[in-house]
C-alpha cells in the first residue's frame, strides 16, 4: 500500500499557484498541467520556445487530457462528499380523492381534497466497513492516473514538437547544402562547355556534367516535400493553421546546440518515479486494488441514518403553523450478502481487473527499460555515425577542390573532378541527415527518461 500511495503523492510535488476551490491533488495537478516545462528549453531556440509554449496551450491531445483530469476531480469530490449526510429538498402538491371502497377510509372519503407538504431530507451513510472509504480512495487514484496522463501527453506534445523542428531545420540545412552543390555542378557545366568550344574538352564530359546537374537538381523536389510536411505537423501540434508558422519558419537555420547526454541522471530509479506512463499503471493498480474493498463491503449490511423535518398542511396558508411541521428519524439497513452468489462473482470480477492492472503495470515498466536502452544504443550509435561522416566529408571537400583546380589546370581529365563532386555531394547530403538523426536521437533519449 506504501507503494501505492506514492503514486497518488506524485501529483504534489511542483506546487506553483494557488486555486483556492479545488482540493490539494486537483490544484496540483493543474499546476502542472499550465506551468511550462524547462527541461525542453535545454536547446535555446527562442523560435522552438515558442512553438513549445503555443504547443502547451492550445495542443488538442492535451486539451483532451486536461477535460479527463476534470473529470476525475469532480469524482473525487463526489467521493469526499459521501462521507458528510446527503440533503434532498422536495415540495409536492396534491389534490386526490380516496375510493369508497378502501379497507381504511379517510377523513376525506368520496371527496376531494389538497395536500402539501415541504420536506428537507437527509442521508448519512455510517462507513462502518470502509466502502466509503474505499469509494474515495478508488477515486483519488484514478485522478493521480488521469493527471500522469496528462503529464504524459504534455512530455509527449512538446517532443514531437522538437522532433519535427529538428526534421524541418535539417532537412532545410540539407536543401541548402544540395542547393550550393547544384550551383557549383551548374559552373563545372558551364566551364566544360567552355572547354568544349575552345577544343580541350569532350562532348561527353560536357553532357556528363549536366547529366550530373540535373540529377543533383532532382533532389530538391523531396527535400522541399519534406520541409513543407514538417510545417504542417508543427502546425497541428501547436493548434493553429500552418500559414502564420509556414512564414515563419520559411527561413533556414542551423540545427540548435544538441546537449550531451551524460550529464542526465539516467538510473533506473529516475525512470520509474519520473515517467508519467509507468506512474499512470501504478495508480491504476492502485485504484483496482480499492475497487476490491468497495465490492467486498458488500458482504456486510449498509446502515444508513435518516432524517426528515418539513411541513405538510391540507392549505398553503397554514404551512406556517406549529402543528404543521412533522420529523422523522430512523436507520436504514441494506444488506446484499443473501445474494451470495452475485457479491461472489463481483469480488471476483474485481480481484481479476487487479490483476490485470498488475500484469500491464510490469508491462509498462519493462517497456520502459527497453525504450531507454534502445534509445542510449541509438545515440552512441548516431553520434559515431556523424563524427566520422564529418571528417569524410571534410576530406571530400579538399578533394573536389583539388580535382577543379587539376583539371582547370589540365593535369586531369573531367571524369576525375565529376567522380570528386559527385561524392562530396553524397556525403554532405549523408552529414547533414546524419546531424538530424543524432538530434532526433537526444530527443528520444529526453521522452524515454521523462525529463519535464
Known amino acids: 500500500k ?40 535545454v536547446f535555446k531556440d527562442d523560435t522552438l520556445d515558442a512553438l513549445r509554449q503555443q504547443a502547451l496551450e492550445h495542443n488538442t491531445d492535451i486539451a483532451i487530457a486536461y477535460a479527463n483530469w476534470l473529470r476525475a476531480s469532480t469524482t473525487v469530490r463526489d467521493a469526499q462528499l459521501d462521507f458528510w449526510p446527503q440533503p434532498l429538498t422536495t415540495a409536492q402538491f396534491d389534490e386526490k380523492e380516496d375510493s ?8 376525506h372519503q368520496g371527496e376531494a381534497y389538497q395536500s402539501h407538504r415541504i420536506t428537507q431530507s437527509f442521508n448519512w451513510e455510517l462507513d462502518v466497513v470502509g466502502r466509503v472509504r474505499r ?17 504524459q501527453w504534455k512530455m509527449l506534445t512538446q517532443a514531437e ?119 499512470a499503471a501504478e495508480a491504476r493498480l492502485h ?5 476490491i474493498g468497495v465490492v467486498q463491503a458488500q458482504w456486510y449490511p449498509r446502515l444508513t441514518l435518516l432524517a426528515d ?19 422523522l428519524l430512523g436507520v436504514g439497513v441494506q444488506w446484499s450478502g443473501l445474494g451470495v452468489f452475485r457479491v461472489k462473482n463481483r469480488v471476483k470480477r474485481a480481484k481479476a481487473l487487479a490483476e490485470q492492472a498488475h500484469a500491464e503495470y510490469k508491462k ?35 578533394a573536389a577542390r583539388l580535382a577543379r583546380e587539376r583539371y582547370e589546370g589540365g593535369v586531369i581529365g573531367f571524369i576525375e573532378v565529376l567522380d570528386a563532386e559527385k561524392r562530396l555531394l553524397d556525403l554532405e547530403s549523408q552529414l547533414a541527415a546524419a546531424k ?14 521523462a525529463l519535464q
Do not use: C
Open 161 to 279: 514538437v522538437v522532433r519535427y523542428y529538428f526534421i524541418l531545420r535539417g532537412t532545410q540545412s540539407q536543401l541548402a547544402s544540395t542547393r550550393t552543390n547544384a550551383q557549383g555542378q551548374r559552373e563545372t557545366w558551364e566551364l566544360t562547355q567552355s572547354r568544349f568550344e575552345a577544343g580541350a574538352a569532350t562532348p561527353i564530359d560536357v553532357q556528363r556534367a549536366k547529366s550530373q546537374y540535373y540529377a543533383t537538381l532532382a533532389a530538391l523536389p523531396p527535400l522541399e516535400r519534406t520541409i513543407v510536411a514538417a510545417q504542417q505537423r508543427l502546425a497541428v501540434l501547436t493548434g493553429v493553421e500552418s500559414a502564420p508558422w509556414r512564414e515563419r519558419l520559411k527561413a533556414s537555420t542551423p540545427l540548435p546546440v544538441i546537449p550531451d547526454p551524460a550529464q542526465w541522471d539516467i538510473t533506473p530509479q529516475r525512470i520509474l518515479q519520473h515517467r508519467p506512463d509507468v506512474l
Open 309 to 327: 423535518a418539513g411541513l405538510a398542511s391540507e392549505n398553503v396558508s397554514d404551512l406556517g403553523d406549529g402543528d404543521s411541521v412533522f420529523t
Open 135 to 151: 469509494l474515495s480512495e478508488s477515486a483519488r487514484a484514478a485522478l493521480s492516473a488521469q493527471t500522469q496522463e496528462l503529464m
Open 2 to 41: 506504501k507503494a501505492f500511495e506514492h503514486s497518488l503523492d506524485s501529483s504534489k510535488r511542483d506546487p506553483a499557484q494557488s486555486a483556492t476551490d479545488l482540493s490539494a491533488p486537483e490544484q496540483n495537478a493543474l499546476e502542472q498541467n499550465v506551468a511550462s516545462s524547462s527541461a525542453w528549453a
Open 436 to 449: 538530424t538523426q543524432e538530434a532526433l536521437a537526444v530527443v528520444a533519449l529526453m521522452r524515454s527518461v
Open 364 to 398: 509498462v515498466v519493462l517497456l520502459a527499460f527497453e525504450e531507454v536502452e534502445n534509445a542510449l544504443v541509438n545515440h552512441r550509435s548516431t553520434r559515431a555515425i556523424t563524427q566520422s561522416l564529418a571528417l569524410s566529408a571534410e576530406a571530400a571537400r579538399s
Open 287 to 291: 485504484q483496482a486494488t480499492a475497487d
Open 100 to 107: 369508497m371502497n378502501e379497507a381504511f377510509p379517510a377523513v
